[in-house]
Each structure stands twice: as structure tokens, then as C-alpha cells.
């Protein structure tokens, strides 16, 4: 079985700061790992992805996740917030075989104050 | 730039009746999820759909649920006998082929059961 665990509910950092969002998972064979961004009333958007390849993985909007094995981590950073960063992240695991479901942690809410 | 797509926006109900939520793909793609995400929850998966039958489904997805694709364009999930706990956004997704990753999300459809 796959999951994945998002520490903090949310996370408050002023515009400029660095954003450091947390996800561990848990997987019995090697995973794709994303990071989905939601804002309000929106659906999910693939910020970036996992797919073994490069650890050090870049996305959207300037944000950016490393993949650790040793750790079992896949966190994003981004250098420098920005006040239209404020949603919610998911983190999100699947197989690399089968028909490839994700499974979801349970979201982080970025907030920004200026 | 091709994106999913979800109609309706926002459903009410009345408990015990039936819905269908309607998606339509990304024309080029093979797969097919919903998941759902009830309020302040994280995203759960419903059911995967290829080559025109139920390939995965989660143990949320029971004999209420269907799901059905019923022309080269519209994918569909039905409730036969809504409850007030199926009230959540149903979010369609779909994957272009075996070795692609992405997963694109539709905007949601809000489901509101009184």
C-alpha cells in the first residue's frame, strides 16, 4: 500500500520568504511522486512530478522538490514566496505499474502575508 | 491548451435521488479517474476506467456508483440513491497512455446533498 504524509495543516510565510512544504511517503515498490497546487474554487493543477529520473525536480512557478529515498521525502521549496502562492498543496504518490491511482496526503494551505 | 472539463458546476440534491456528474477528457487520452474531496479532507480516489470497463475502484466506490462512457467524449459518474455524506467535489481526470504520468484534473463538481 501507498501514502503519503503531509506535516503541517498550514504554513504561514511573509512574501519574499522561503516556502518549504513537507511530504514523506510510504511505498512498497519504487514511486512517482507529484505535488498538485489547488486554489480556491479551482481544481488541481500539477505544480510537478517524479518519475525517476532526476531527483531534483523543477516546476511551475518557480517552485522546485527533491526526491530523498533515504529519507522518503519529496518536499517543495520555493526560494522566494510570492502573495499569489496562497493554496493548498497536495502531495500525491502512485505505483509506476498498473493504471496508476493517486493517492493523496491531506494538503498543506500556503498562506502569504505581505 | 486541451484541458478537462466538468458540468455541473454545483449540484443540489435531495437525498435519495439520483445524480450524474459529467466530464469530458482530453480527447487524445485512454484514462479515466474520479476521485472526490469532501470538505476540508483530503482527495481520495474513486475509480479508474479504460478500454471501457472499471479497471481499479476503491471501497467508497460501491453499488451506488457507476460510471460509464457513453459516447467517444463524455465520461459519466452516477449515484443512484444519494446520501448527505456523498456531499464532496467529484473530480475528473484523465492520462494520456501507458507511459505517461500527468494526471489532468477537471475543475470539479460540487455536490451538495440536503
Known amino acids: 500500500a501507498q501514502s503519503v504524509t503531509q506535516l503541517g495543516s498550514h504554513v504561514s510565510v511573509s512574501e519574499g520568504a522561503l516556502v518549504l512544504l513537507r511530504c514523506n511517503y510510504s511505498?512498497?515498490?519504487?514511486?512517482?511522486l507529484f505535488w498538485y497546487v489547488q486554489y480556491p474554487n479551482q481544481g488541481l493543477q500539477l505544480l510537478l512530478k517524479?518519475?525517476?529520473?532526476?531527483?531534483l525536480v523543477k516546476g511551475i512557478n518557480g517552485f522546485e522538490a527533491e526526491f530523498k529515498k533515504s529519507e522518503t521525502s519529496f518536499h517543495l521549496t520555493k526560494p522566494s514566496a510570492h502573495m499569489s502562492d496562497a493554496a493548498e498543496y497536495f502531495c500525491?504518490?502512485?505505483?509506476?505499474?498498473?493504471?496508476?491511482?493517486?493517492?493523496f496526503g491531506t494538503g498543506t494551505r500556503l498562506l502569504v502575508s505581505p | 491548451e486541451p484541458e478537462v472539463t466538468q458540468t455541473p458546476s454545483h449540484q443540489v440534491t435531495q437525498m435519495g435521488q439520483e445524480v450524474i456528474l459529467r466530464c469530458v477528457p482530453i480527447?487524445?487520452?485512454?484514462?479515466f479517474y474520479w476521485y472526490r474531496q469532501i470538505l476540508g479532507q483530503k482527495v481520495e480516489f474513486l475509480v479508474s476506467?479504460?478500454?471501457?470497463?472499471?479497471?481499479?475502484k476503491s471501497e467508497i466506490f460501491d453499488d451506488q456508483f457507476s460510471v460509464e462512457r457513453p459516447d467517444g467524449s463524455n465520461f459519466t459518474l452516477k449515484i443512484r440513491s444519494t446520501k448527505l455524506e456523498d456531499s464532496a467535489m467529484y473530480f475528473c481526470?484523465?492520462?494520456?497512455?501507458?507511459?505517461?504520468?500527468?494526471?489532468?484534473f477537471g475543475p470539479g463538481t460540487r455536490l451538495t446533498v440536503t
Open positions: 481526470a484523465s492520462r494520456l497512455r501507458d507511459y505517461s504520468y500527468e494526471q489532468y
Open positions: 511505498s512498497s515498490v519504487p514511486p512517482y
Open positions: 517524479y518519475t525517476s529520473a532526476a531527483t
Open positions: 500525491a504518490v502512485n505505483r509506476n505499474t498498473g493504471f496508476q491511482k493517486l493517492v
Open positions: 480527447s487524445n487520452h485512454l484514462y
Open positions: 476506467f479504460y478500454n471501457n470497463e472499471i479497471s481499479e
